[in-house]
T-cell receptor, first 113, second 114 residues
Framework: DSGVTQTPKHLITATGQRVTLRCSPR?????VYWYQQSLDQGLQFLIQ???????AKGNILERFSAQQFPDLHSELNLSSLELGDSALYFC????????????FGSGTRLTVV | AQSVAQPEDQVNVAEGNPLTVKCTYS??????LFWYVQYPNRGLQFLLK??????LVKGSYGFEAEFNKSQTSFHLKKPSALVSDSALYFC????????????FGAGTQVVVTP
């Protein structure tokens, strides 16, 4: 157990729907990162939050949004889902800026049918 | 911009033989470099990192990596591979001034045969 908790582990939904992925960071970590892993795109950085504020943004689609709450857990919202959004979504956390590496959760596997 | 290249999609090695997984990087300034491993249906597990100091970095499970600034490489090595080392290995780079966004390579599948 890495200490980073992601729920749900698996999610199957239809095109056009909206889902929310949840992440609880490791105790004491203030930064949360979201990554998407797909067969064709590899591991893509989506977004980072530090203590509730957005700090870095990557290749995140406009249909996707995220936030970090006062208790430091984070949610990634995916809307108007398309077949191509099927992927493994990872959350990771670090104490601060994360340049020294961070800890990954086990991921949420999203299947859009 | 920062980037990472893992030139081999797959590395095959017999158990007991040395294992090397290659990684080259491109980043302005001094890089922070990482290796992660992913087992099937699992998250990424941290193996080792180079921040500064000794170019030879030792990590988990008997792995080590050598930072070579002139060749901009950070190859992962293990002297004697185990069947249980079969997994997907990712090299990643970030910049010290960044907010921790890791740029990952495409990954190298390691297959260790008995």
């Amino acid at each position: 157990d890495s200490g980073v908790t992601q729920t749900p582990k698996h999610l199957i939904t239809a095109t056009g729907q909206r889902v929310t992925l949840r992440c609880s960071p490791r105790s004491g970590d203030l930064s949360v990162y979201w990554y998407q892993q797909s067969l064709d795109q590899g591991l893509q950085f989506l977004i980072q939050y530090y203590n509730g504020e957005e700090r870095a943004k990557g290749n995140i689609l406009e249909r996707f949004s995220a936030q970090q709450f006062p208790d430091l857990h984070s949610e990634l919202n995916l809307s108007s889902l398309e077949l191509g959004d099927s992927a493994l979504y990872f959350c990771a956390s670090s104490v601060a800026k994360g340049q020294r590496g961070y800890t990954f959760g086990s991921g949420t596997r999203l299947t859009v049918v | 911009a920062q980037s990472v290249a893992q030139p081999e999609d797959q590395v095959n090695v017999a158990e007991g033989n040395p294992l090397t997984v290659k990684c080259t990087y491109s980043v302005s300034g001094n890089p922070y470099l990482f290796w992660y491993v992913q087992y099937p249906n699992r998250g990424l597990q941290f193996l080792l990192k180079y921040i500064t100091g000794d170019n030879l970095v030792k990590g988990s499970y008997g792995f080590e990596a050598e930072f070579n600034k002139s060749q901009t490489s950070f190859h992962l090595k293990k002297p004697s591979a185990l069947v249980s080392d079969s997994a997907l290995y990712f090299c990643a780079v970030t910049h010290p001034d960044s907010w921790g966004k890791l740029q990952f390579g495409a990954g190298t599948q390691v297959v260790v045969t008995p």
